[in-house]
């Protein structure tokens, strides 16, 4: 905690940098906090999510099968979410459209993330005979929390901020510069200790506030036994009403429409859509069996109730054709 002069009362810093070079002689490796930040996210949720499958009735190392198509696909669709949603910073005047590749540079947008992340456990699901909705509930207080985890990486990128505060919290902003060009550089530079914002750490709410839905999560799901999705939907609603407050507070450049941030927009709709699904998804009833986790009664393998009244006729015909051929003997 450090004191400043002026209407400030008190606040905290930001890392001095965000990147470290690691020179081997004959390459330098560059080791980005964000990247470590994202990895260790996943790691929790994929560790969490085995535990939360286990005391669910499935197998170990189902979740691991599933992230393996997961992940990949939801690091491309939070790239693509990102590049759609801020395209002038790669196709705009002066932009060079090669970036829209770096994504070591920080940018994924987690919508895009769950949703082509969620196609690629749709397919692990279906190669193993497990629905999808079974597999989104064990895993939702992970992946919340693997968010909490990954705005990390935003804190020592100095990146997802909000307007001017003098609270004692507020986050001191530094002057960061590239030592070899002398060149400001906020992403890869470093700290000359001189401070150029106090801010909102809008980061550090959402962290925050992720860190609570994911509370919220378990203890609905111990509470209520939920199932059929529903602990996924309300992970999606109760994320999408904190982004909602905390994306307006930010002041970072965004795409707007009209008049408001994309991702307000998003929000709204992502968690009328998500109270929708906890709504119908009641009807469903409570949580699946331990059977349904092992892929062993999964819908393709469920039988209605229309074809088990036909069995039962047929059967009973059989019978009595049976019975009636013994009759017809004996006379």
């Known amino acids: ?34 990247a470590l930040c994202i990895i260790a996210g996943i790691l929790v949720a994929i560790w969490w999510g085995e535990r939360r499958w286990a005391a669910r009735g499935g197998n170990k190392g189902t979740i691991v099968d599933v992230a393996v198509f997961a992940v990949p696909f939801g690091i491309v669709g939070g790239r693509l979410y990102h590049v759609l949603t801020d395209y002038y910073r790669y196709f705009g005047e002066g932009a060079d459209p090669v970036d829209a590749l770096k994504i070591w540079d ?6 895009g993330a769950i949703a082509l992340g969620g196609v690629g456990a749709w397919i692990a699901c279906r190669t193993r005979g497990i629905p999808l909705p079974v597999v989104a509930d064990a895993i939702a207080p992970g992946i919340v929390v693997a968010q909490a985890i990954g705005r990390l990486g935003n804190y020592f990128n100095q990146e997802l901020y909000g307007g001017s505060t003098d609270l004692p919290w507020g986050l001191e902003i530094f002057n960061r510069v590239n030592l070899e060009t002398g060149r400001p550089d906020q992403l ?3 700290s000359t200790g001189e401070v150029i914002a ?3 750490p809008t980061f550090l709410y959402e962290l925050l506030w992720n860190l609570g839905v994911a509370v919220l999560l378990v203890w609905a799901d111990r509470r209520f036994r939920l199932g059929h999705g529903r602990v996924f939907a309300l ?9 909602f407050w905390i994306e307006m507070m930010r002041t970072d450049p965004a795409t707007h429409v009209l008049g408001l941030r994309v991702n307000v927009w ?8 998500a109270v929708i699904y906890l709504l119908l998804a009641r009807r469903r ?7 349904v986790a092992l892929g062993k009664a999964g819908p393709a393998e469920e039988t209605d109730t229309e074809t088990a009244d036909e069995e039962q006729d047929e059967a009973r015909d059989e019978e009595q054709s049976a019975a009636g051929e013994q009759r017809a003997s004996d006379t």
């Open 1 to 34: 905690m450090t004191i400043a002069a002026g209407p400030v009362l008190a606040s905290f810093p930001s890392p001095p940098q965000g990147v470290w070079q690691f020179d081997l002689g004959f390459v330098t490796i560059p080791l980005r906090a964000y």
């Open 106 to 111: 920080g940018g994924l947008g987690i919508w």
């Open 188 to 190: 890869l530079g470093q």
């Open 198 to 200: 106090v801010v909102h």
């Open 235 to 243: 992970y999606v609603a109760g994320y999408t009403a904190g982004r």
């Open 266 to 273: 998003v929000s709204v709709l992502v968690f009328l859509g």
């Open 285 to 291: 009833g409570g949580r699946e069996s331990p059977e």
